[in-house]
């Protein structure tokens, strides 16, 4: 059987009432019709264009093509098959569709907008001005409906990747019902394999933010140490010799955003990883440079309650492997040597990022228990850690009032028992050994 040839609107209008075409051109004379009379009228302009090869193109020059090459012209025409006075209503309103028909689809799905800044493409984000525009009519649903009776700015402003939507057709060929528990389950996974087919149209399936994105998802704590707890052990190690400020500082030049992941450990479930966008390769590296940028700003080692981006501090954690890594380039950037197993030189390897739920043991007396035991000999330990060590051990004995948080209770600790401490050894101290990583004032039972 032969392929049927696609038609265009004007065909179409011509094949259903054709003796009625003359209202299209009188419909050119009226400014409120005139733009979609003309879009009918030049519909084999149109289509020859949509058959030209293109990179990015348009939300209004995507929408205009599907209208001309797939509307059904239906509108034309009344419920009796007679001409219909009010077409261009109809028209106006499967205009609007073809021109929305890319907003249905989120980025959570793998299709992406882009924005033209300065003669090059780049996915839009929050703050530009179209893209908000278009967010706030998914917020409030009425991207489907909506009639155009002339492409609005923010359709002149978006585009469309033909890579990306290549890539987004092939895996989701079939997205037909939105509300079953396997497309909420899949959606991420097939929003990633829509990006690594994008990149691998692009023919750069092997950058290094493809690389770092594999490590992308959410990991059990026990794999995770914390960026300050890795400061804090070289501090103690180096006997103050490095500080606290000068080593976080310095951490710019020893972890690698491009290939080292950061995680968000501030809940009791998974940690979850810092990647950004994966259509823009810049966006992960950015925000994890944020976050090693902004643990100096905040002066954690000052604060006691600091946080990022409403996060503490010490809940931003690594990989034990790039850890280990950090460290010794930390170490070897101050002291010009290497460190032989860091994590354990630094008493980090055993350490457990996992957050505890909150003691319930009543409140001592406020005294060092001699029944407390390390199950470390002191001496072989830095004066800090063997602090930390006995201070935990404390704590999650009794010490101090239940009702006040584990690090206060730390804190209190350490400066009636370690009254040698300085302000810094006490809040470096609080800060390692304190389990509770959850944000937030503390509720009350």
């Known amino acids: ?34 733009y979609i009379a003309n879009l009918i009228l030049t519909s084999q302009e149109i289509a020859k264009r949509s058959e030209a090869t293109w990179e990015y193109k348009s939300l209004t020059h995507f929408g205009e093509e ?32 073809c021109v929305c028909r890319n907003l249905w689809y989120s980025e959570t799905e793998g299709l992406v907008l882009y924005v033209n800044e300065g003669g090059k493409f780049r996915p839009a984000q929050e703050g530009d001005a179209p893209f908000d525009f278009v967010q706030r009519l998914r917020a409030d649903d009425m991207t489907v409906g909506l009639a155009l009776d002339r492409p ?24 037909s019902d939105t509300s ?12 990633e394999a829509v990006w690594r087919e994008t990149k691998r149209l692009m023919g750069e399936q092997n950058s290094a933010a493809e690389k770092v994105r594999t490590l992308a998802v959410e990991l059990p704590k ?27 500082d310095a951490l710019g030049r020893c972890h690698d955003c491009e290939t080292m992941m950061i995680y968000k450990g501030d809940s ?22 944020d976050i090693i940028c902004e643990l100096f700003n905040t002066r954690y080692w000052k604060e006691s309650e600091a946080t990022i981006r409403g996060i503490a501090v010490e809940n931003y954690l690594v990989l034990k492997e790039d850890a280990a890594t950090i460290a010794q380039q930390l170490w070897k950037l101050f002291f010009n040597e290497s460190l032989d197993d860091p994590l354990n030189a630094l008493g980090l390897e055993g350490l457990s990022m996992k957050v505890q739920p909150p003691l319930t043991s009543t409140e001592s007396d406020g005294k060092v228990d001699e029944g407390i035991e390390s199950g470390l000999d002191p001496a072989d330990l830095p004066a800090e ?9 404390a704590v999650t004995q ?43 004032r503390k509720k009350r039972d």
């Not at 009796?80 to 499967?94: N, R, S």
């Not at 396997?182 to 929003?191: D, F, G, I, L, T």
């Not at 990883?273 to 590296?285: Q, R, T």
């Not at 850690?385 to 051990?393: E, G, T």
């Open 66 to 97: 599907q209208f001309v090459n797939s509307g059904n012209a239906h509108w034309f025409l009344d419920r009796q098959g007679e001409f219909d006075p009010g077409w261009h209503q109809g028209a106006a309103k499967e205009f609007g569709e």
């Open 1 to 34: 059987m032969a392929r049927e040839e696609r038609t265009t609107i004007l065909e179409r209008i011509t094949k259903y009432s054709g003796q009625n075409l003359a209202k299209v051109f009188e419909a050119t004379k009226n400014s409120h019709t005139r």
């Open 222 to 248: 026990s794999r995770l140490i914390s960026i300050t707890a890795i400061v804090a052990g070289i501090a103690n190690l180096s006997a103050g010799k490095a500080t606290i400020p000068e080593l976080v």
């Open 385 to 393: 850690l063997d602090a930390a060590n006995i201070a935990f051990r």
């Open 268 to 289: 009791y479930g998974l940690a979850t990883a810092i990647d950004g966008s994966p259509f823009d390769d810049h966006s992960g590296y950015n925000a994890r440079a």
């Open 398 to 440: 009794g010490y101090g009032d239940p009702l006040v948080t584990f690090k206060n209770r730390l804190i209190d600790y350490l400066k009636k028992n370690f009254p040698n401490l300085g302000h810094e050894a006490v809040q470096r101290i609080a800060t390692v050994a304190n389990p509770d990583k959850t944000t937030g």
């Open 152 to 175: 609005p700015s923010w359709a002149n402003e978006l585009f469309i990747y033909e890579k990306n939507l290549e890539a987004y057709a092939l895996i989701w060929y079939d997205n």
């Open 180 to 191: 079953s528990a396997s497309y909420a389950s899949s959606k991420r996974a097939k929003a």
